[in-house]
Protein backbone atom coordinates (compact mmCIF):
# COMPACT_ATOMS: atom_id res chain seq x y z
CA UNK A 1 0.00 0.00 0.00
CA UNK A 2 1.16 3.24 -0.76
CA UNK A 3 0.66 5.39 2.52
CA UNK A 4 0.27 9.99 2.06
CA UNK A 5 2.22 10.41 5.39
CA UNK A 6 3.31 9.06 8.10
CA UNK A 7 2.06 9.59 11.72
CA UNK A 8 3.72 8.64 14.74
CA UNK A 9 1.32 7.83 17.90
CA UNK A 10 2.30 6.35 21.54
CA UNK A 11 2.23 7.64 25.03
CA UNK A 12 3.13 11.54 25.92
CA UNK A 13 6.37 11.76 26.82
CA UNK A 14 7.15 8.62 24.50
CA UNK A 15 9.69 10.69 21.76
CA UNK A 16 7.74 11.36 18.94
CA UNK A 17 8.45 14.44 18.87
CA UNK A 18 12.66 13.75 19.04
CA UNK A 19 11.71 10.62 16.50
CA UNK A 20 9.67 13.16 14.00
CA UNK A 21 11.94 15.61 13.39
CA UNK A 22 15.27 13.14 13.09
CA UNK A 23 12.17 11.18 10.54
CA UNK A 24 11.69 14.34 8.38
CA UNK A 25 15.30 15.35 8.14
CA UNK A 26 16.27 11.40 7.21
CA UNK A 27 13.52 10.71 5.02
CA UNK A 28 13.61 14.64 2.87
CA UNK A 29 10.11 15.54 4.40
CA UNK A 30 8.14 17.82 6.18
CA UNK A 31 7.36 17.27 10.07
CA UNK A 32 4.42 19.17 11.80
CA UNK A 33 3.70 18.44 15.72
CA UNK A 34 0.05 18.57 16.03
CA UNK A 35 0.58 19.66 19.82
CA UNK A 36 3.02 22.59 18.81
CA UNK A 37 0.61 23.66 15.24
CA UNK A 38 -2.48 23.62 17.83
CA UNK A 39 -0.35 25.84 20.72
CA UNK A 40 0.91 28.08 17.58
CA UNK A 41 -3.10 28.47 16.04
CA UNK A 42 -5.00 28.89 19.45
CA UNK A 43 -1.54 31.17 21.25
CA UNK A 44 -2.29 29.06 24.22
CA UNK A 45 -0.41 26.24 25.58
CA UNK A 46 -1.97 22.83 25.47
CA UNK A 47 -1.97 22.98 29.89
CA UNK A 48 -4.04 26.69 29.43
CA UNK A 49 -6.72 24.98 26.71
CA UNK A 50 -7.29 22.32 28.85
CA UNK A 51 -7.65 24.27 32.06
CA UNK A 52 -9.52 26.83 30.44
CA UNK A 53 -11.65 25.03 27.21
CA UNK A 54 -11.65 21.43 28.75
CA UNK A 55 -10.57 18.59 27.52
CA UNK A 56 -13.92 18.17 25.18
CA UNK A 57 -12.42 21.43 22.95
CA UNK A 58 -8.83 20.00 22.88
CA UNK A 59 -9.95 16.99 21.66
CA UNK A 60 -11.76 18.52 18.89
CA UNK A 61 -9.13 20.81 17.90
CA UNK A 62 -7.13 17.85 17.57
CA UNK A 63 -9.23 16.20 15.23
CA UNK A 64 -9.86 19.20 12.83
CA UNK A 65 -6.00 19.45 12.60
CA UNK A 66 -5.27 15.72 11.84
CA UNK A 67 -7.93 16.15 8.95
CA UNK A 68 -6.72 19.38 7.54
CA UNK A 69 -2.69 17.97 8.36
CA UNK A 70 -3.51 14.40 6.34
CA UNK A 71 -4.96 16.72 3.22
CA UNK A 72 -1.30 17.12 2.53
CA UNK A 73 1.37 13.90 1.62
CA UNK A 74 4.74 13.37 2.27
CA UNK A 75 4.48 14.72 6.09
CA UNK A 76 5.99 13.28 9.37
CA UNK A 77 3.30 14.14 11.59
CA UNK A 78 3.89 14.11 16.01
CA UNK A 79 0.16 13.59 17.09
CA UNK A 80 -0.10 14.09 21.57
CA UNK A 81 -1.04 10.95 23.22
CA UNK A 82 -4.19 11.28 23.49
CA UNK A 83 -5.12 12.00 19.84
CA UNK A 84 -5.74 8.10 18.44
CA UNK A 85 -7.67 7.25 21.37
CA UNK A 86 -9.91 10.83 20.54
CA UNK A 87 -9.93 10.86 16.75
CA UNK A 88 -9.40 9.11 13.45
CA UNK A 89 -6.56 8.90 11.63
CA UNK A 90 -7.03 8.58 7.58
CA UNK A 91 -6.61 5.39 6.58
CA UNK A 92 -4.01 6.17 4.05
CA UNK A 93 -1.73 7.16 6.82
CA UNK A 94 1.40 5.19 7.59
CA UNK A 95 0.58 4.80 11.65
CA UNK A 96 3.67 3.75 13.45
CA UNK A 97 3.40 3.28 17.62
CA UNK A 98 6.56 4.72 19.49
CA UNK A 99 6.38 1.79 22.02
CA UNK A 100 8.26 3.13 25.50
CA UNK A 101 7.56 1.24 29.36
CA UNK A 102 5.98 4.11 31.59
CA UNK A 103 8.81 4.19 33.57
CA UNK A 104 10.99 5.12 30.62
CA UNK A 105 9.10 8.14 29.66
CA UNK A 106 8.91 9.40 33.12
CA UNK A 107 12.34 9.20 32.96
CA UNK A 108 13.01 10.96 29.84
CA UNK A 109 11.02 13.51 30.78
CA UNK A 110 12.38 17.13 32.17
CA UNK A 111 10.74 18.81 35.10
CA UNK A 112 9.66 21.51 33.12
CA UNK A 113 8.18 18.93 30.48
CA UNK A 114 6.19 16.91 33.10
CA UNK A 115 4.59 20.26 34.31
CA UNK A 116 3.80 20.92 30.49
CA UNK A 117 1.48 18.08 30.15
CA UNK A 118 -1.59 17.99 32.35
CA UNK A 119 -2.51 14.58 32.33
CA UNK A 120 0.94 13.57 33.67
CA UNK A 121 0.18 15.68 36.95
CA UNK A 122 -1.23 12.57 38.79
CA UNK A 123 1.35 9.68 38.14
CA UNK A 124 -1.00 7.25 39.28
CA UNK A 125 -3.80 8.32 37.00
CA UNK A 126 -1.22 8.66 34.46
CA UNK A 127 -0.24 5.22 34.57
CA UNK A 128 -3.86 3.96 34.55
CA UNK A 129 -4.36 5.76 31.45
CA UNK A 130 -1.31 4.81 30.00
CA UNK A 131 -2.40 0.97 30.38
CA UNK A 132 -5.97 2.41 28.83
CA UNK A 133 -4.68 3.40 25.70
CA UNK A 134 -1.37 0.47 24.53
CA UNK A 135 -3.89 -1.59 23.30
CA UNK A 136 -5.48 0.65 21.01
CA UNK A 137 -2.45 2.14 20.07
CA UNK A 138 -1.32 -1.50 19.06
CA UNK A 139 -4.36 -2.51 17.30
CA UNK A 140 -4.16 1.10 15.03
CA UNK A 141 -0.06 0.83 14.35
CA UNK A 142 1.19 -0.78 11.43
CA UNK A 143 4.66 -0.56 12.83
CA UNK A 144 5.61 -0.86 16.35
CA UNK A 145 8.89 0.29 17.34
CA UNK A 146 10.95 -0.51 20.94
CA UNK A 147 11.43 2.85 22.26
CA UNK A 148 12.80 1.33 25.71
CA UNK A 149 16.35 2.46 24.09
CA UNK A 150 17.89 5.55 22.86
CA UNK A 151 15.91 7.51 19.69
CA UNK A 152 19.58 7.00 18.00
CA UNK A 153 19.13 3.11 18.46
CA UNK A 154 15.81 2.64 17.42
CA UNK A 155 15.44 4.85 14.90
CA UNK A 156 17.17 3.32 11.86
CA UNK A 157 14.62 0.73 12.67
CA UNK A 158 11.79 3.07 11.87
CA UNK A 159 13.66 4.18 8.69
CA UNK A 160 14.44 0.68 7.15
CA UNK A 161 11.08 -0.37 7.94
CA UNK A 162 9.69 3.13 5.73
CA UNK A 163 12.89 2.43 3.31
CA UNK A 164 11.27 -1.02 3.18
CA UNK A 165 8.07 -0.54 2.61
CA UNK A 166 8.25 2.58 -0.30
CA UNK A 167 5.94 4.46 1.21
CA UNK A 168 6.26 7.44 0.65
Do not use: W
Not at 5 to 32: D, E, P, W, Y
Not at 61 to 84: F, N, S, V, Y
Not at 93 to 105: G, H, N, P, R
Not at 118 to 142: H, S
Amino acid sequence: MVYDNIVLIGFMGSGKTSVGKILARQLHKNFVDVDTLIESEQNSSITDIFENKGEAYFRSLEQKCIDELTQKTGQIIATGGGLPIYSSIPEKSLIIYIDADFDVILNRLSKKEHAKRPLLQDEARARALFTQRINTYKELAVFSVDANQTIQTFIHVIVDFVLDQRVL
